[in-house]
């Protein structure tokens, strides 16, 4: 059985995109045999040696199932039932995961902020954590911060911003999360190492995305702290996250750092996004919403030339009105990049 | 990389299994190009149409990533935080998931029973729920009941006594919930249809086992209650259970019902165990714990002799003092079952 | 033992307030031998019948310990834990209840919008559930409105913008919910009935405030949807707010409402700010910050000025740099009005 | 407004009782004018220094609406949502709060016990401690043990014994909680001090009632383990138990305790319930349940002669179909006693 080939190039999202061949080779080659259960198997034990010397601190993994699981149960992991999360007002944690942010802290309370170019400001941050109601006991008390690196539009932290806001945080005794669930395409972007953009810069806990990059069904908390490993490890098998076969999904994040491949799977795509976000900012009437710093291209088009592009059957999410996002996968290519500029320039020329 | 290869045979666990070929196959095979995520792709829209052909009626499917989650969330599906789920004391929901079905429900309550061989006897739960508080604002309402097909022990319900336990659950409004972790062994065991030992006995939802019989990472829920289904499906974004590569995990679900695949697995792992336990029988200072109707095989038998079991380097599992649990599995071969039966005589023998 | 008796009047909050004679004496008339437990004593059951008549329709009265646990009840009988609940950015329920409505709910969402004068506006909330992502499974789904009379600032929705709410929720499937803390403030001030600026304006469960104007430990939620009442019950005896001794609740309930003393109590304290506000707005540098509709006063003046009657001893609530709260009771005197006027009148000139 | 005058006594429960005439005068001289709110009234802060020298040692003290409420949220206060807790299978947080340990510590498992005279056992207690899965995580894991003193049943806990399960609580790191919903009950039996029957025998947080014996509406939480008083602070807040006018619960807490009340009316109780019990025994076909040592007599008697007792209208709480209990109070009578052994030999002896 297979998908229906598409006529068209499809920029909807990187969660459509395959497994890379690499992971899935891994896959295969780790089914041998019986093996230990929940995570005390060879290639789960390898993982963190693995994402230790990456990462080049002490390092515990959990593999998950989902980006949602590895944000709301980082986030358990360090807030209280009475605490709350700062985050920038359009985080995925916020506007996308159902409420299991809320759900898995007890009913903890996310204060979203607004911040150019989708992320937080280390001005904004520092005001609203000197505003909070600091052991007022009918108020969530501040416990964590969210930053999501690249960002729900593709834009990316600096690492000085990164670590101006890890310094607010530990300032205030709060931690510092990541939501990496394009983490990769933001390293590829910066060139720095994955300590660099992390622990270094102050953060504690991190989301390791890899499904949306080339993985199956493989995201990760990496722990930095390593005081949350404890009620971590508790929380995640309460929560359904232990897997059983623990060594498939290590295989497959095994592979995904093996010889960076993650970093060139992310550079492939935020180099047609790139492409596709300078083609598409050339033509008239198209407006880049957030710079293309990673595999995300958000512009802004007339309704009336989305309504064109979505009757054609491309592939795409539309955010708004007049507002559409394309997203580039490392299984893109420039070829399917072009087609879609020149799909856009008709739609806007309305032929 | 390897697990290095065991010298002894390995029965500690279905869970350390490989993935059967043909499913590992199907997912190599589903890895073509670019697909819907988080359910919209041909192989997920695929699932329920076969599992409804299945289970002759029409149910709904939801891939989850462990056992645990689909308890946990079946039952929160159908009981309200002030409600009680009634279960066998030895229960997996009971003894062994952290607490995830207190946690998921929003705080109910297990209530656990007694009963001969790990099953709930029909009439201790016409008892127990007579005895209920039925209206009384300060007890837990019951709100289902949850037995476990092959039970925790390898035993398993006979057909009638499902109807006689729906019967009575449905009497009292109550739903049935069938953990179903290994649905499959029940199923070659008791030779009958998948809708005879489900919801034409009363079950109104299945945790459908997988993972402990071939398959990756994909176990189910299945619906067959309706009402049940949009509240699951905010429930499983929100818990971090909706797989956005959701065709993975269809693909493995449909290999493994594709030409009765699952019972054939589970015929062997069965007739192992039945080999396995026959032979122990037979020994000396032996004696089984619960009759071998699936793929475990309880026995009791001297501590001294499961000492020396144990310092030989034969995995199994040990669960008191004198007993301990043999698991056969799909891959499991007559001459590991057999020499297990001689390591045992020969431990016990102290020889 | 005796509070010091202060020098200056204090304006800080209703929650200052001692309790009135009328309720007092209640208090003392229930305590005569012994009474059923739990509300099936004769004050308890004549507090349905006396509320059913006092609004006009058959409703269910629970008094509970706080308006914190009369909210986030309210709000968790009618709201899933995947559910949305809409509301004012300055909402108690929002501001000042330290997560209670998450968690009690289950971890809800609340979604706070901006409104004129501290209110939801129509327009503005029938646009949000345009928006709102209904059936999108990543997204908490609309359950409730939430509006507060009289509003954290003490305004007022007329009838007409309250049925305009309500007809907007009712039309999605949403409850209506409002926040009573200062009910009878706000009714003293429209002059309806009870039953004007609630169910017939499409309200279906009231935190009805009475501790703030009078009673010394009884705010209550008074029920008009009957589908709510039965989860709510179980709710209630969980969250440990079904009191044994449930006559003295309820006897305070019944003597707050005998005679319309809580209109006659309400309309002091309203008649009291009004004077107030009058007062301070004729002062030079003084700014109203909101209409003064109920008892309520907030004003905005220079912050030397603020700094100058704090240091004075005056009991006020300070909201930011340069507004502050006056609350009046009661128990307000119109000198005390008077002397207020003349306090801040002499901060701003700096004598 | 009055209830009907019983013409039979009344011995259904402590919480039909009346409020004693020094606690409701103390309620009548705390209404004197404004006072501060949430706490910070004169009356609140000699609360917890009358509760230290009371205790000889610094105790903090949270008033509370509710038994429910103190325990579900002391637990709270001491379990993490994975943890369990250990409780005699009869305990009331077990059996008649709907769940509210659940609940409010996010889902811990309560783990019931046997024990003669429904009580702990220490040897049981060491030998489950010792069972418990430590470290597994798919297991609950044990936090805090809970005792109630006096227990459901009336019976009480030596001193020693408290002591011995603090020891084997603390050795494991375990905190101990103490019911104490009559807690003067058992303190008036063991003639000690209430230090030497918490904190010195290990108990490191305390439901302690005062409603049942006395008080209108004042529970309440202390707190020996300074640690847990901050988080604690905040839970009650956002479970709506954090009273505006705290004054009125503290000034009936201050009366309480005054010149030994709280003792004296206890005693009262238990003699009543002493001559009760003793001239109960003394009838044939009458069988004492457990001893008599605080204000509760639980007998097994014919289960005709309980129809024919409730058929009179005596007041009292069947428990089972031969077994009936009755209460005793601060307000009840030796007559009344007399009159109920009366009733019950003439319905023992059929006429």
């Known amino acids: ?28 080659e780790a089914n041998c045999g019986p093996a230990a259960a929940y995570g005390d198997d060879d290639y789960s034990k390898l993982l963190n040696a693995r994402f230790s010397e990456l990462f080049e601190t002490e390092v515990t993994v959990f593999p998950v199932s989902t980006g949602t699981a590895a944000n709301a149960l ?4 360090c807030v209280r ?74 834009t990316i932290y600096p690492l000085a911003e990164i670590a101006e806001i890890g310094a607010i945080a530990h300032d205030r005794n709060l931690a510092l999360h990541m939501d990496g669930a394009r983490f990769a395409n933001a390293l590829a972007r910066l060139g720095c190492s994955p300590a660099d953009m992390t622990w270094r810069a102050g953060v504690d806990i991190l989301s390791f995305g890899a499904t949306k990059n080339g993985a199956m069904s493989a995201d990760a908390i990496v722990v930095f702290d390593q005081d949350l490993v404890e009620p971590l490890s508790y929380r995640l098998r309460r929560a359904g996250q232990t897997f059983s076969k623990m060594r498939f999904a290590a295989a497959q994040l095994l592979a995904y750092v093996e010889d960076r491949l993650y970093l060139r799977l992310a550079a492939k795509a935020n180099a047609i996004a790139t492409r596709l976000g300078a083609g598409l900012a050339t033509l008239p009437d198209v407006r880049l ?23 054609n059957g491309l592939q795409f999410a539309r955010r708004g009105q007049e507002v559409i996002r394309f997203v580039a996968r490392f299984d893109s290519t420039e070829q399917e990049a072009d087609e879609v500029i020149a799909l856009v320039h008709r739609a806007i020329s309305g032929s």
């Open 81 to 154: 039932p009475y605490g709350a999360i700062y985050c920038h007002e359009e985080a995925h944690i916020h506007t996308a995961e159902g409420g299991a942010a809320e759900a898995f802290t007890g009913g903890a309370k996310l204060v979203a902020m607004s911040g150019r170019n989708f992320r937080i400001e280390p001005p904004s941050l520092r005001e609203a954590l000197g505003r909070a109601a600091w052991g007022v006991r009918n108020r969530s008390q501040p416990d964590a911060v969210s930053i999501t690196q690249a960002s729900e539009y593709g």
């Open 289 to 311: 919403v957030a710079p293309v710093e990673a595999n995300l291209v958000f512009v802004n088009l007339p309704a009336l030339a989305i309504d064109r592009l979505a009757a």
């Open 1 to 28: 059985m297979n998908e229906a080939t598409p006529t068209l190039p499809n920029f909807r999202s990187d969660n459509v995109a395959p497994v890379s061949p690499e992971i899935l080779r891994a896959i295969a």
């Open 74 to 77: 980082s986030l358990a992991s």
